[in-house]
T-cell receptor
Framework: KQEVTQIPAALSVPEGENLVLNCSFT??????LQWFRQDPGKGLTSLLL?????REQTSGRLNASLDKSSGRSTLYIAASQPGDSATYLCAVRLIGSQGNLIFGKGTKLSVKP | DGGITQSPKYLFRKEGQNVTLSCEQN?????MYWYRQDPGQGLRLIYY???????QKGDIAEGYSVSREKKESFPLTVTSAQKNPTAFYLCASSAPGQAPNEQFFGPGTRLTVL
């Protein structure tokens, strides 16, 4: 059974710092991996999607990488800002699934001014 | 604007009541999903539908029911058989046959049992 783990569960950094959020998964037979942002009491906002054939995706200050062989993905946030404070979730879609995602529990990020 | 809407934002249920959560999308997506989110836990799949008039159970379907009569709509009913329904419910949609098959989410409904 696929399990998705995110470490750390919480992270607090000063403004301006570069940071890395980690996501690991146990089954490498994934179709894609998606990173989301969730603000308190809100829905999920899609940040980046990496197809299984890709190594990384970039959007602005965000860069996500994927290493299927080791079952890992990282989300790199450059020059963090207080507005980046949120919970970040990663989710995988398995090959052969009906499109449903398997989620990690998230990393709660706090960026201090 | 294209997107997913969920209503109501907050819902209160008395013991023994059935309640229905609404989910509508105008993204022309074939697939729709319902997830449940509890504090400290990841999202868990309740039901999903790949096409109109068809749906499948997810990991935690007991005590829930759905219908998919229209492409745009996928309502979720929380029945009295669901023993612990207090949670945050999220609806999502995607276009499975089209790369990159990104999944998009609505704003959620918070259900509280009184």
């Amino acid at each position: 059974k696929q399990e998705v783990t995110q470490i750390p569960a919480a992270l607090s950094v000063p403004e301006g710092e570069n940071l890395v959020l980690n996501c690991s998964f146990t089954d490498s037979a994934i179709y894609n991996l998606q990173w989301f942002r969730q603000d308190p009491g809100k829905g999920l906002t899609s940040l980046l999607l990496i197809q299984s054939s890709q190594r990384e995706q970039t959007s602005g200050r965000l860069n996500a990488s994927l290493d299927k062989s080791s079952g890992r993905s990282t989300l790199y946030i450059a020059a963090s800002q207080p507005g980046d404070s949120a919970t970040y979730l990663c989710a995988v879609r398995l090959i052969g699934s009906q499109g449903n995602l398997i989620f990690g529990k998230g990393t709660k990020l706090s960026v201090k001014p | 604007d294209g997107g997913i809407t969920q209503s109501p934002k907050y819902l209160f249920r008395k013991e023994g009541q059935n309640v229905t959560l609404s989910c509508e999308q105008n993204l022309n997506h074939d697939a729709m999903y319902w997830y449940r989110q509890d504090p400290g836990q990841g999202l868990r799949l309740i039901y999903y539908s790949q096409i109109v008039n068809d749906f499948q159970k997810g990991d935690i379907a007991e005590g829930y029911s759905v219908s998919r009569e229209k492409k745009e709509s996928f309502p979720l009913t929380v029945t009295s058989a669901q023993k612990n329904p207090t949670a945050f419910y999220l609806c999502a949609s995607s276009a499975p046959g089209q790369a990159p098959n990104e999944q998009f989410f609505g704003p959620g409904t918070r259900l509280t049992v009184l």
